[in-house]
RNA sequence: CGGGGUGUGGCGCAGUUGGCUAGCGCGCGCGCUUCGGGAGCGCGAGGGCGCGGGUUCGAGUCCCGCCACCCCGACCA
């Protein structure tokens, strides 16, 4: 490829929008281009980088038994409906209806279309276990994107999918892949990646990981110990809080608390502080109002709320909904509301609390002394509602967790039977009696892996690739050739024998200056760069530059030109060997 | 969906209280000089100012409505 005829223009100024530094590193380097809000199209270089990472998706998920199959974008509505989730999944599905009026959705995950696929052609226990796979487009309608293409809305997905008579064999699966897919983000040259326990959210299920990557750009929440291998998503994240409870109980007293809701207003109001608070944080789920309560210096989180109410459809309460319990916004509490209408939800650190400053539900009034046990009846359930902290300890070693922000490049699910037992997926058992399989599912986000490559492997200059995912292996320089025809013969001459050799090649032998060339060259981020230029024909060599992440010290600088393409495979291999199946 | 912000050549921006042929830098084309880390000079092409209505002798500039995009939050396999 001759670098002037390479679709995608570099620029020295990225656009305003751009927030993380990936993101601007490809729009300088002409790699994206928004075509909309959360929509991109894919320029030749991120297409090739985009590529070569579904190559190296595509061997590890081969490796451990997948077969590649293709599913539609498009399915009708029955589907969905068929699995419940036509009706469960908001409006980040988008549903349209086609000319005949026939309702339809984008396909913005796959289960219901692959059960769909497989109940059809599956019919016996011989054909147990399997794992089927797709890289295919997704549409996402997310409320909000963010960060170029580390959340967007259309997008290219790998979602894998596998079958089991029983859950010892989804276990093992589920394991192998767990493996294939460190090894692919091993692969692709991500460094700071690990896997962590999560939600499964709107997926169901009950064991599932994530893959991350420790970034300052991520959107999620990280728990990491300190000492110990656990590791969590701050959604499903515990911790062995230790609550101290020498106090003598008070006995509950009314207090005036003329205008003060907060809890910092409250407590500074009473001179006490948010450990003897508790916090009520007011919700709707559904059409029922609920209030969670944890201690005033915890905060709820909202993931764990749901899990709770075993729904997703909750949002806040507006101040007007407070009255339909006999309350008050700014001064709810646990005594004396309408349980018939509110549902309580109380957190362990609510329970283990002595003497909390409640809401009286009642404008203007607190009420102090509250205690757990000896207020509320005997029985009542808790729950862990509240955000994991810097510094809380450990759940299984007591050391103190640590938290980190990731991106989330890909998860893991056991499903069980959802989807299988909704759609009626049925096949003939042994002894033939009818049984219904057990699943899983695997997703990876193909641009998101690329755009977070770029996020932890750049600096000032451009994207710094690995090998492994580069959009070419080598860049030819060539200084001059505008001045000296000798010079650009060599220079023709070095880059039609590197691709006659089979190396992704561009050549640059543009009448600029060699800053300029050089500019351009890291942003392209190829990891070797050859240079051509009188300065070096006068040697008899060309000159090799490196754009790697901890470049081996013992690499040449330069290569005699007469034996010059051996001596970059040579080096090419050597560069590869890290990111090589293993 | 709530809050905040921005829309002026491909990109980054400037356009005083409305006023004359809408500017600047980068990039682009041509020429000359340069040529190892985003060169210099000269000439030139390219926009009618997000869209739709108003007000006015006159509107990027004022008014009304809408749209798009960005940020924070809500939300999110």
Redesign the pocket.
Known sequence: MLIEHLVG???????????TPGHRLLL?GGYIR?V????YTLLPLAHRVCQRVEAIIREEMNRVGGQELLMPVVSPAELWEESGRYQT??S?MLRFTDRNDHPCVLN???EEVIVDAVRANIDSYRQFPFLVYQIQT?F?D???????LI?VREFT?K?GYSFHRTDECLDKTYHEVHKAYTRIFKRVGLRRFIDIE??????GGSV?H?FMLVSDVG??TLVLCSACDYRANREVARSKRVYESSEAMQPLTNVETPGQKTIDEVTTFLKSDARHACKAVAFMAGEKPVVAFVRGDFDVN??KL?RALRT?????MEDSEFASFGSVAGFVGPLGVDTAKVTLLFDESVAQSPNLIIGANAVDLHTTGFNFTRDLPAGTPVHDLTDVNEGDPCPCCGKPLSLERGI?I??I?QLGKKYTAAMRFEYSEEDGSLAIPTMG?Y???VGRTMASVVEESNDK??PIWPISIAPFQVQVCC??A??DPSIADVGRKVYDDLRAAGIETLFDAR?????????????IGAPL?V??????QKKGVA?L?YRVVEPPADLPAEAPLDNLIPALQEILARLAAPFAAS
């Open positions: 223009k570099r620029i020295a100024d990225a656009p305003k929008d751009a927030q300088r928004q909309g809000q959360g929509i999944v908001g980040e913005m995950t796959h997704k996402r997310e409320p909000r994107s963010r960060g170029g959340r997905m979602d999560s939600d499964t959210g709107m997926m599932a994530e959107e999620d909202l993931a749901k997703g459809d909750v949002r806040p989330e890909g998860n699910f599912c997703g990876i986000g200059y451009g200084l001059g505008s001045k009448a600029v200056g060699a800053g300029f060339m050089f500019a351009d060259a890291d942003l760069r240079i051509v230029s009188p300065r070096n000159e530059k």
